[in-house]
């Protein structure tokens, strides 16, 4: 079974510097990779993805991910952190079965950027 | 495009009422998904549909919930009766098939409260 692994239950960043949010996957095949962002008492937003191509992959409010498959991992990034990027933030793998898919989704990283 | 749309965004309800949140999904989708989060669980995958056909309900909790997709343009969830423990923001999200790396589009999700 394909599954995502978040290892930080919170980051906490300033604003203007750098942000790293980790993600680690476990798939059998090629992966098939997201990220989504959900602001408060809203629903799931998609950022990015990645399923071939360029390891660096972009996306919207200036994020980015960079796909590494020797460290199966698929981090979240930004070179410079806005207040307004406090969220919760998830990963997720889609698992292909019987002819359907799924998005399997991580547990989520609370992104938390301080003035 | 309206996106996802749910109702009630609010549900309050007495325990052991029969409580129905209902998800309209965006037109030439043909995968609909319900999910609910909640602080202690996170974000958990109760049913999905294709082509109106429910895939995989392994995630509903319980008989009590059930879950109906009469036409490709409407769902509902069903929680008959209700418990305080089925307090949650519950989420629908629609999305279209393919083998290419289609995410999903999220509704603002409807807030129960069993009381």
């Known amino acids: 079974a394909q599954s995502v692994a978040q290892p930080e239950d919170q980051v906490n960043v300033a604003e203007g510097n750098p942000l790293t949010v980790k993600c680690t996957y476990s798939v059998s095949g090629n992966p098939y990779l997201f990220w989504y962002v959900q602001y408060p008492n809203r629903g799931l937003q998609f950022l990015l993805k990645?399923?071939?191509?360029?390891?660096l992959v972009k996306g919207s409010y200036g994020f980015e991910a960079e796909f590494n498959k020797s460290q199966t991992s698929f981090h979240l990034k930004k070179p410079s952190a806005l207040v307004s990027d406090s969220a919760l933030y998830f990963c997720?793998?889609?698992?292909?079965?019987?002819?359907?898919?799924?998005?399997?989704f991580g547990a989520g990283t609370r992104l938390a950027v301080h003035p | 495009d309206a996106g996802v749309i749910q109702s009630p965004r609010h549900e309050v309800t007495e325990m052991g009422q029969e409580v129905t949140l209902r998800c309209k999904p965006i037109?030439?989708?043909?995968?609909l998904f319900w999910y609910r989060q909640t602080m202690m669980r996170g974000l958990e995958l109760l049913i999905y549909f294709n082509n109106n056909v429910p895939i995989d309900d392994s995630g509903m909790p319980e008989d009590r919930f059930s879950a109906k997709m009469p036409n490709a343009s409407f769902s509902t969830l069903k929680i008959q009766p209700s418990e305080p423990r089925d307090s949650a923001v519950y989420f629908c999200?629609?999305?279209?098939?393919?083998?290419?790396?289609?995410?999903?589009?999220f509704g603002s999700g409807t807030r129960l409260t069993v009381v």
């Open positions: 999200a629609s999305s279209v098939s393919g083998r290419g790396g289609n995410g999903y589009t």
């Open positions: 997720a793998v889609r698992e292909f079965s019987g002819g359907y898919n799924k998005l399997i």
């Open positions: 037109s030439g989708h043909d995968y």
């Open positions: 990645y399923i071939t191509g360029d390891n």
